[in-house]
T-cell receptor, first 113, second 112 residues
Framework: TQLLEQSPQFLSIQEGENLTVYCNSS?????LQWYRQEPGEGPVLLVT?????EVKKLKRLTFQFGDARKDSSLHITAAQPGDTGLYLC?????????????FGEGTQLTVNP | DAGITQSPRHKVTETGTPVTLRCHQT?????MYWYRQDPGHGLRLIHY???????DKGEVSDGYSVSRSKTEDFLLTLESATSSQTSVYFC???????????FGPGTRLLVL
C-alpha cells in the first residue's frame, strides 16, 4: 500500500521557471521530511516540518505542511540547473521504538539551461 | 555531513550465498535504519535499531536479518541471497528518532 502519493512523478522545465511538487496522504504524520537525492548518492535532508500549517523557506525553496498534517508541498522559485535531482517526501509516525518513515516514490526534476 | 559510511559500496554475488552489509557511524546516534531503494517502489524500510541489541522489523524484512552489537555499527545480512534482493541499500541514522534521518552513500548489490 502506497501511503504517500507524490506528484508529478517527472518534471522537466526551463531555467527560471517556478514549480510545485505535491505530497499527499490519507494518514496523519507527526512530521514530514523532504529530501533531495542525486544519482549514485544517498538522500540529503532538506527540511523537517512538524506543525500543521507550518511554512519553511530555504533560499528559493518553500515547504508547507498541511493544516491536518496529511499533505505537504515544495515550491521552487526561479529554478536553476543545479536544482536537478530526485525530490522525496517522507512522513514520520511515532512509535514506542522511535519514528518510522514512509517515503513517496519521488519526483524527478530536470531543469534545462 | 553526518559521519556515515557503508561497506562495501558495490557487490556482485550469486544466488544462495550469504551477504553482509555494514553501516558505520561516528555520530553516536541511537537510531539506525536499513532501507532498500527500487524503481517503482521508492525507499522501503527493512529493519531498524533503537539501541544496542534492540531491533525491529520494517515493511520488507523477509529474507533479511540485522545485528547491532555496538552503537556505531549496524549489520544487514542476507542469509541466502535471491535475485529479488538486487537493489540499492541505504543506511540511515537519527539522534532523536523523530523522523529526521541522515543517509549513508548506499551499497549497490547485484545478485546473479
Amino acid at each position: 500500500t502506497q501511503l504517500l502519493e507524490q506528484s508529478p512523478q517527472f518534471l522537466s522545465i526551463q531555467e527560471g521557471e517556478n514549480l510545485t511538487v505535491y505530497c499527499n496522504s490519507s494518514s496523519v504524520f507527526s512530521s514530514l521530511q523532504w529530501y533531495r537525492q542525486e544519482p549514485g548518492e544517498g538522500p540529503v535532508l532538506l527540511v523537517t516540518v512538524v506543525t500543521g500549517g507550518e511554512v519553511k523557506k530555504l533560499k528559493r525553496l518553500t515547504f508547507q505542511f498541511g493544516d491536518a498534517r496529511k499533505d505537504s508541498s515544495l515550491h521552487i522559485t526561479a529554478a536553476q540547473p543545479g536544482d536537478t535531482g530526485l525530490y522525496l517526501c517522507a512522513g514520520a509516525r511515532e512509535e514506542t521504538s522511535g519514528s518510522r518513515l514512509t517515503f513517496g516514490e519521488g519526483t524527478q526534476l530536470t531543469v534545462n539551461p | 555531513d553526518a559521519g556515515i559510511t557503508q561497506s562495501p559500496r558495490h557487490k556482485v554475488t550469486e544466488t544462495g550465498t550469504p551477504v553482509t552489509l555494514r553501516c558505520h557511524q561516528t555520530e553516536n546516534h541511537r537510531y539506525m535504519y536499513w532501507y532498500r531503494q527500487d524503481p517503482g517502489h521508492g525507499l522501503r524500510l527493512i529493519h531498524y535499531s533503537y539501541g544496542v541489541k534492540d531491533t525491529d522489523k520494517g515493511e520488507v524484512s523477509d529474507g533479511y536479518s540485522v545485528s547491532r552489537s555496538k552503537t556505531e555499527d549496524f549489520l544487514l545480512t542476507l542469509e541466502s541471497a535471491t535475485s529479488s534482493q538486487t537493489s540499492v541499500y541505504f543506511c540511515a541514522i537519527s539522534g532523536l528518532g523523530d523522523g529526521t534521518q541522515y543517509f549513508g552513500p548506499g551499497t549497490r548489490l547485484l545478485v546473479l
